[in-house]
């Protein structure tokens, strides 16, 4: 068990050194595990706090380039920098460029714009005429499930604690306690920042309905 895995078990009342309900094992703790990953999928792709740099070298009379990820789900591109001619490229999109010009993809040039199609293609236009232009994307990622104790934590600090809360909530919710349950959920909301994303849900409470395993958003 990782820290976060064994602080979900001392709130919900296990012993760590000895746990009856999740064994410490990858089998045994693995519902923990999975609420923990939820949240943190759910934390970084809302709150844009997980974000890495991606070098991409752009190539003659090539318009489209898949990305390569690895250890993390691509998300979006908070910023695309000619590192070339340092300038900043602006966001677009299929339809508006064949709006706007129907023979675009026909066109070489100073690349100005980009747009993410799919999971993990950009397009960029203009389309460069020569070699040696480097794309520097900085990304929101979404970190892919860690499946060991050993595997890396891609979050810190409150948003560490925030995924614990959900853990825990979804246990209590798993065992009927609805009033726990919506407790911990409104901690890990609260915590997460998740309520300041939607400015409807910031005068709302959360609590799970009589089968516990989901949660009506109340007006107070």
Excluded at 63 to 75: K, L, T, V
Excluded at 81 to 87: C, G, H
Excluded at 128 to 150: D, H, M, Q
Aim: negative net charge; contains cysteine; charged residues 25%.
């Amino acid at each position: 068990m990782n820290s976060l895995e064994k602080h979900v078990l001392r709130l919900i009342g296990e012993d760590v050194s000895s746990p009856d309900v999740f064994a410490d094992t990858n089998a045994g703790i693995a519902p923990v595990r999975d609420s923990i990953n939820d949240a943190i999928q759910e934390l970084t792709s809302v709150t844009n706090i997980y974000q890495k740099v991606y070098h991409l070298p752009l190539y003659a009379d090539r318009q489209f380039y898949r990305m390569g990820w690895e250890a993390d789900h691509f998300g979006w591109v908070v910023e695309a920098w000619d590192r070339n001619r340092q300038r900043r490229l602006t966001q677009t999109d299929l339809i508006r460029l064949t709006a706007d010009n129907a023979w675009w993809m026909k066109q070489t040039g100073e690349p100005s714009q980009y747009m993410q199609i799919g999971e993990d293609v950009l397009g960029i236009y203009l389309k460069p005429a020569t070699n040696g232009i480097v794309l520097e994307l900085t990304c929101v990622c979404i970190p892919k499930v860690y499946t060991t104790s050993n595997d890396p934590i891609k979050l810190q600090g409150e948003y560490q604690r925030a995924a614990i809360y959900l853990a825990v909530s979804e246990y209590f919710a798993g065992r009927g306690d609805a009033k726990r349950a919506t407790e911990y959920l409104n901690r890990y909301i609260e915590t997460g920042g998740l309520a300041t994303f939607n400015p409807d849900t910031a005068d709302r409470s959360y609590s799970f309905n009589d089968q516990g395993n989901r949660f009506d958003s109340i007006r107070r």
